[in-house]
């Protein structure tokens, strides 16, 4: 039997039989490798190519970075490794949901507060015509992937968030919602005296806010607020930029320090013209109007509480940085397996990829 090493490629001599159980013909040394048929890398090898994988920014890049390293291998064959691994990871992933989660420091003493974040971002993914010269439907799609975001208040000296993790999903929210939770609580959510959701004004975010953790504090990230004061703003003051920067700034500033009631009767009391203008205003009333017990800023700031959404922001960038390079156009599985395997490295769930 050869085995592709870290070492190069080596040749043992193993048994072969019969087991008498099934009558099936195997070689019990790579069963107990846990090496499947034809697979000619060793359970060493596969861990580091499969770690490259999860922190280059290509298959390629992965291959090359191995190599820098003393171990030839083609990129085609990381992308297959991948793929195999992280149908694994997946499958381990959905074991673990139906099961409690063990709490990583159960002796750990309560945090004042657990903040809990949701956002997506557009993936390309090749469409049902991608490849084919005469494409009658998409040969592109545009898909969202979700991530969800949990950490404790807690600072350490640097200032850095505690026990922060990211979870990502391509499906229904109600998915993203039940891997998200059960990672909090296996970090330590039901310790927090506090749950605070801190999102954007996405409707399908603030349905699962409600459906997963319809007891936590919430609050509409401040910058997505000022964004929707700066497009009434500009409905408002199309051609005066004076007079909108004014309206604006003061809007803003009203809304940060404790003012929220002023400025949500401001804004019903515009009135709403013909046209698309109207529709604008229109749309901006109805959003303020549905948020409006989510942007008390003040209150939360002096209780120490975030009132932005960066870390969710931040975990986006950093995985858009894998799945959204120049050229990578997705397949669902291709993306899912790769995401599985990310999330066992950040999630501390590697090991168990090489438990038999």
């Known amino acids: 039997m050869q085995l592709r090493t870290g070492f ?83 499958e381990q992933t959905g074991k673990r949901l139906q099961s409690l989660p063990p709490e990583r420091e159960p002796e750990r003493a309560p945090s004042p507060l657990g903040v809990i974040m949701i956002d997506g971002y557009q993936v390309r993914h090749r469409g049902p015509d991608w490849g084919k010269r005469k494409a009658l439907k998409a040969r592109v799609e545009w898909h969202e992937q979700k991530v969800g975001v949990f950490y404790h208040q807690d600072r350490n000296g640097q200032g850095r968030l505690t026990e922060k993790v990211s979870v990502g999903w391509q499906g229904e929210a109600v998915q993203l919602g039940e891997r998200l939770h059960w990672e909090a609580r296996r970090h330590g959510l039901s310790r927090a005296r506090h749950t605070l959701a801190v999102c954007d004004g996405a409707p399908w975010v603030w349905h699962l806010v409600q459906e997963r953790w319809k007891d936590a504090h919430q609050a509409l990230d401040f910058y997505h607020a000022s964004q929707h004061l700066h497009a009434l703003g500009e409905a408002l003051y199309p051609q005066d930029q004076s007079k909108r920067q004014q309206w604006v700034g003061q809007q803003c500033h009203d809304l940060r320090h404790g003012k929220e009631k002023a400025v949500l009767k401001r804004i019903a009391q515009l009135q709403i013209p013909n046209g698309a203008t109207g529709e604008v205003i229109g749309r901006e009333k109805n ?35 894998r799945f959204k390079r120049p050229g990578q156009f997705w397949t669902r599985a291709g993306l899912r397996h790769l995401n599985a395997l990310i999330e066992a490295r950040d999630l501390n769930h590697w090991d168990q990829l090489w438990a038999n």
């Open 287 to 321: 959003y303020f109007a549905s948020h409006s017990r989510r942007i008390h800023y003040q209150q939360l700031s002096r209780r120490g509480w975030p009132i932005g959404s960066g870390a969710v922001e931040s975990a986006c960038a950093q995985r858009q940085r």
């Open 8 to 90: 190069g490629t080596v040749v043992l001599k193993v048994w072969r039989g019969k087991n008498p159980a099934d009558g099936k013909w195997g070689i019990p040394i790579r069963q107990r490798w846990g090496l499947v048929a034809h697979q000619q890398l060793s359970p060493a090898l596969q861990d580091k190519l499969a770690y490259f994988a999860t922190v280059a920014g290509t298959y390629e890049s992965a291959a090359r970075l191995a190599g820098k390293v003393g171990i030839p291998i083609e990129d085609s064959t990381v992308r297959e490794l991948v793929q195999r691994l992280g149908a694994r990871a997946e």
